[in-house]
């Protein structure tokens, strides 16, 4: 099972930013964040991934709250290119396995 | 970046034939890859992880005889699906770790996946 809980679906306006949430509350003190995003009949594409700071890359920012238990993916200015399926996944079995949870489908809205 | 290339992006065949999809990390080295099948309007289920010069390890509930992975190389990862039926038609979709840890963590790479109708 995933060890991730997300939002089924999610609508943000284009050209707003997108806070994604995700709990993860039974994290361990050495396992990663990381997030994936698929649009539809693709593979997943790799977003950005964190441990306990913020990170922040060219497509996203990752929020970590300090007790590592959530954390949000925000896209600062959504396109209608980012509506997808949005995944958030802790791995398992010491970080080996990428267990997929349903994700969050967004949607972006003109 | 790191890529990992999938062929064929799509397949059918007829029931009874064997169909093999074949997975390739392009500028890197994967001892690991991993072997997921998506159903529509579901998530992706791991079916497997490949390693190479090794036998693969399976998830349960997945038959290892109707599924035969091969990781021969370093690059190379196929993933036959033996006596296809039309339940197997899906979107098979593979990852690879590249190795390189970003930051000390094991980022995955997908293919763009196979998508795979048995009539």
């Known amino acids: 099972d995933a060890k991730t809980t997300q939002p089924t679906s999610m609508d943000c306006a284009e050209g707003r930013a997108a806070n994604l949430p995700c709990n993860h509350s039974?994290?361990?003190?050495?396992?990663?964040v990381y997030w994936y995003r698929q649009i539809h009949s693709q593979g997943p594409q790799y977003i950005i991934h964190g441990l306990k700071n913020n990170e922040t890359n060219e497509m996203a920012s990752l929020i970590i709250t300090e007790d590592r238990k959530s954390s949000t993916l925000i896209l600062p200015h959504a396109t209608l290119r980012d509506t997808a399926v949005y995944y958030c996944i802790v791995p398992d079995n010491y970080g080996q396995n990428f267990v997929f949870g349903p994700g969050t489908r967004l949607s972006v809205l003109p | 970046g790191a890529v990992v290339s999938q062929h064929p992006s799509r397949v059918i065949c007829k029931s009874g034939t064997s169909v093999k999809i074949e997975c390739r990390s392009l500028?890197?080295?994967?001892?690991?890859m991993f072997w997921y099948r998506q159903f529509p309007k579901q998530s992706l289920m791991l079916m497997a992880t490949s390693n190479e010069g090794s036998k693969a390890t399976y998830e349960q509930g997945v038959e290892k005889d109707k599924f035969l992975i091969n990781h021969a190389s370093l690059t190379l990862s196929t993933l036959t699906v033996t006596s296809a039926h039309p339940e197997d038609s899906s979107f098979y979709i593979c990852?690879?770790?590249?190795?390189?840890?970003?930051?000390?963590?094991?980022?995955?790479?997908f293919g763009a996946g196979s998508r795979l109708t048995v009539l």
């Open positions: 039974t994290i361990s003190g050495n396992e990663y």
């Open positions: 500028d890197f080295q994967a001892t690991t």
């Open positions: 990852s690879a770790r590249d190795g390189g840890f970003r930051s000390g963590a094991n980022v995955l790479t």
